[in-house]
């Protein structure tokens, strides 16, 4: 039987404490550069990474100028899970994450010995948001029996209160695994991606009542008349849309998982249901083919984000130079929640190892303790 906790609602205008909310987002957007000045910061970038001997971790929904920055100077754009695996593995004492706030965290946590820099550290998640540590450890609290599994898109302080942390492109193996272990799970924060995996893995989940704003703006109604439009094109949904979005999905899955799809499936047009940042990558992986955004309510409704997220946005040219110089937006974890948080992430990562290596426990607890650090109450 499944319980769900009631569903919470945000105002992400007005977020309590001292949070970056959309509207203070978009306000600090940095403004497009002039063509000649673009190159010129470009060059700067480069020259400052290279003297700096730091490395720049981006994400798919960031600006396509620091994208292609990032690739091009050695360092990496991907989905979540990789960038943590990126930045842990890289040798460089110092990395610049281009993303939002639980990235540069995880990437802390991961690696407490490097500085890890942000263009701008109030660049948030709404997941994040809604889901405050308190809270949250009451929830745990009361549901002790439960493994409590958590999305990436956490604070540090949630993610130390975890068993597993799980990215979009991992959270099914894991909890398809941990449900046949027989496991009850305690899932937070993204209602829609919870209930996706619950929908494929049949898991006894009790559910935390998150949300993202930007897939929270697709609509089921309006993707279905698009797809009447394009009868061709096939549907590629991230799984933290509403489930009358995913139901119409031809590829769910994590950005790189949606980037892959683009590439090796058989169809010319593609309808996207995710921030249309990642739509520079996937044009660029799949040369030809032809990629519509998928309908949000539209700016003249409620949309907080149309497609694309405030936070993500936040990045540019501009501050990653600024940061790169002065070295001062640093993204610093206490050292105990770090600690703790560090094992829920690197179950995930030895997970994902493992399953790479085809080399998964068959349900021998002492080999899954070997491997994934224990693994949280039975
Ligand atoms: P991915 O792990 O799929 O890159 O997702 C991160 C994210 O924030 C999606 O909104
Ligand atoms: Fe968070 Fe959504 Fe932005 Fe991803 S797109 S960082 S889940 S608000």
Same mark, same amino acid.
């Given at each position: 039987?499944?319980?769900? /906790? ?6 992400? &205008? $007005?977020? *309590?404490?001292?949070?970056?909310? #959309? +509207?203070? =987002? ?110 949250? /450890? ?6 002790? &029996? $439960?493994? *409590?599994?958590?999305?990436?898109? #956490? +604070?540090? =302080? ?221």
């Amino acid at each position: 039987m499944n319980t769900i /906790a009631p569903i919470k609602t945000f105002e992400y &205008d $007005r977020p *309590v404490g001292g949070v970056c909310s #959309t +509207s203070e =987002a978009w306000a600090r957007v940095p403004s497009p550069v002039e063509a000649l000045e673009k190159e010129a910061l470009k060059d700067h970038i480069r020259r400052l990474l290279k003297e700096k001997e730091a490395v720049l971790v981006a994400h798919y929904y960031v600006d396509a100028d620091l994208q292609d920055l990032a690739e091009e100077t050695g360092g990496c754009v991907s989905d979540s899970l990789e960038m943590a695996r990126f930045g842990r593995d890289h040798p460089a004492k110092t990395l610049v994450v281009a993303g939002v706030r639980f990235m540069g965290e995880t990437a802390k946590i991961l690696s407490p010995e490097k500085t890890i820099l942000m263009p701008d550290l109030d660049a948030t998640c709404s997941l994040d948001l809604g889901c405050p540590a308190d809270e949250f /450890a009451a929830f745990c609290d009361q549901h002790p &029996d $439960r493994t *409590v599994v958590v999305y990436a898109n #956490t +604070s540090a =302080a949630v993610k130390a209160r975890a068993d597993w942390m799980v990215t979009s492109s991992i959270g099914l193996d894991i909890v398809e695994y941990l449900h046949k272990q027989g496991k009850k799970i305690l899932w937070a924060p993204d209602r829609h991606l919870g209930s996706y995996i619950q929908k494929k893995t049949g898991a006894d989940m009790l559910m935390w009542q998150g949300s993202c704003l930007v897939h929270d703006e697709f609509k089921g109604i309006e993707l279905d008349l698009l797809r009447a439009q394009y009868p061709d094109a096939k549907v590629l949904v991230h799984p933290e849309s509403p489930s009358n979005v995913v139901e119409q999905a031809d590829a769910v899955g994590s950005t790189t998982q949606l980037i892959d799809a683009a590439r090796t499936m058989d169809a010319t047009t593609f309808i996207v249901a995710t921030d249309n940042g990642i739509l520079h990558k996937m044009r660029a992986a799949a040369p030809g083919k032809h990629f519509i955004d998928a309908p949000t309510a539209g700016n003249s409704a409620t949309c907080k984000s149309c497609a694309h997220c405030p936070w993500m946005a936040m990045n540019g040219l501009q501050n990653l130079a600024d940061v790169l110089e002065k070295g001062d937006k640093e993204i610093h974890v206490d050292p105990e929640i770090g600690r703790q948080a560090k094992q829920a992430i690197d179950r995930m990562l030895d997970f994902a190892a493992a399953k790479k290596a085809k080399a998964l426990p068959t349900g021998s607890l002492e080999q899954e303790s070997k491997l994934f650090n224990g693994i949280g109450p039975a």
